[in-house]
């Protein structure tokens, strides 16, 4: 390429984003432009700095990896996201390619394996750890046990988001502020949600959302 790529690491762990920027300043090719801590500031940062590829985290306090990728994808839909994560459950992969990722690679594999991933992304290519990707293909041939259906499947990005901060313990004035809308809008979403759901209570709710990952309780090591 006549020019490096550029690069925004998004995770909420400092110390992680340290290093995969020190891993990737050995590359020429690469250069890291900007950081961001979670999901909303990784919009900002998108939309600030326009990079060729984004390496995205999943799990991650208010807007998770899955909410940021959907809304950047919708933007710039010529940013590549490259997920970077511990999670190798097939269900949190499938999620990630439906939403339009150029990859997903494990946080256990990192080094040639990124840089490899990141020029594959960047080339308009596509990325799979080799230790996932099996799993992957298999799921799209129809092989496995039969399909159940998923009452995520029902939730839209926006219910996903309210359901991880309410999850998270935040008050619907909390909710509003950090979504920019209203209070009357949080309480009619959370409405909709536990209709589709069938929850009745803010445990019934946290429980969904600890069982479908949309928050982690070993959050700390994603």
């Given at each position: 390429?006549?020019?490096?790529?550029?690069?925004?690491?998004v995770?909420?762990?400092?110390?992680?984003?340290?290093?995969?920027?020190?891993?990737?300043?050995?590359?020429?090719?690469?250069?890291v432009?900007?950081?961001?801590?979670?999901?909303?500031?990784?919009?900002?940062?998108?939309?600030?700095?326009?990079?060729?590829?984004?390496?995205?985290?999943?799990?991650?306090?208010?807007?998770g990896g899955?909410?940021?990728?959907?809304?950047?994808?919708?933007k710039?839909?010529?940013?590549?996201?490259?997920?970077?994560?511990?999670y190798?459950?097939?269900?949190?992969?499938?999620?990630?390619?439906?939403?339009?990722?150029?990859?997903y690679?494990?946080?256990?594999?990192?080094?040639g394996?990124?840089?490899?991933?990141?020029?594959?992304?960047?080339?308009?290519?596509?990325?799979?750890?080799?230790?996932?990707?099996?799993?992957?293909?298999?799921g799209?041939?129809?092989?496995?046990?039969?399909?159940?259906?998923?009452?995520?499947e029902?939730?839209?990005?926006?219910?996903?988001?309210?359901?991880?901060?309410?999850?998270?313990?935040?008050?619907?004035k909390?909710?509003?502020s950090?979504?920019?809308?209203?209070?009357?809008?949080?309480?009619?979403?959370?409405?909709h949600?536990?209709?589709?759901?069938?929850?009745?209570?803010?445990?019934?709710?946290?429980?969904f959302?600890?069982?479908?990952?949309?928050i982690?309780?070993?959050s700390?090591?994603n």
């Amino acid at each position: 390429m006549d020019r490096r790529t550029r690069i925004v690491i998004v995770d909420d762990h400092a110390m992680v984003r340290e290093g995969i920027a020190l891993i990737l300043s050995m590359y020429e090719d690469v250069e890291v432009v900007g950081e961001a801590a979670d999901g909303k500031e990784a919009i900002e940062k998108v939309n600030e700095l326009f990079p060729d590829v984004v390496v995205m985290d999943i799990a991650m306090p208010g807007i998770g990896g899955l909410e940021a990728t959907a809304e950047i994808l919708k933007k710039h839909p010529g940013v590549r996201v490259l997920v970077l994560s511990q999670y190798d459950d097939k269900e949190y992969v499938s999620r990630f390619l439906k939403a339009g990722v150029s990859g997903y690679i494990l946080k256990k594999a990192v080094g040639g394996e990124l840089i490899n991933a990141i020029r594959g992304v960047r080339d308009g290519g596509f990325y799979l750890s080799p230790s996932i990707a099996s799993a992957v293909v298999d799921g799209y041939l129809g092989k496995g046990p039969p399909k159940v259906e998923d009452p995520l499947e029902k939730i839209t990005l926006r219910e996903r988001e309210i359901i991880k901060l309410i999850a998270e313990g935040k008050s619907y004035k909390e909710i509003a502020s950090f979504l920019d809308i209203s209070v009357k809008t949080v309480v009619t979403h959370h409405t909709h949600i536990a209709e589709k759901l069938n929850t009745h209570s803010r445990a019934e709710l946290i429980k969904f959302a600890i069982q479908k990952g949309i928050i982690r309780l070993d959050s700390p090591d994603n």
